[in-house]
C-alpha cells in the first residue's frame, strides 16, 4: 500500500492518480478508498467509480475508521466523515 512506486501525488486531477494505482497494482476501482478534504476532488474521483471519504478536518483516525465501516459504499458514493 505504501510502497514508493505507487505513489502518485502530483497535480491534476485525482482520477489520473487513482487510474495509475489501479493499473499499477491490479486492483479495481471499485476496491478502493479515496480521502480528500477538498470536495472537488472527491467529486472527480467519485465519477470513476471510487468510494470516497470526504475528510474536511484531515485524514484522523476517527475518520479512517468512520470511513471503513462504510466500505463498501455503492459504486462511486461520498462517505462525509468529520
Known sequence: MFDSNLIE?????KQNHL??????TGF???E??????????CRDV????V????TPSGVTREA???????FPAQKGQ???VK
Request: aromatic share 14%.
Open 9 to 13: 501525488i502530483y497535480y491534476g486531477n
Open 19 to 24: 487510474k495509475a494505482i489501479a493499473d499499477k
Open 28 to 30: 479495481e476501482l471499485t
Open 32 to 41: 478502493m478508498i479515496f480521502f480528500d478534504n477538498q470536495m472537488d476532488n
Open 46 to 49: 467519485a465519477q470513476i467509480g
Open 51 to 54: 468510494t470516497v471519504a470526504y
Open 64 to 70: 479512517f475508521d468512520k470511513a471503513l465501516e462504510g
Open 78 to 80: 461520498i462517505v462525509k
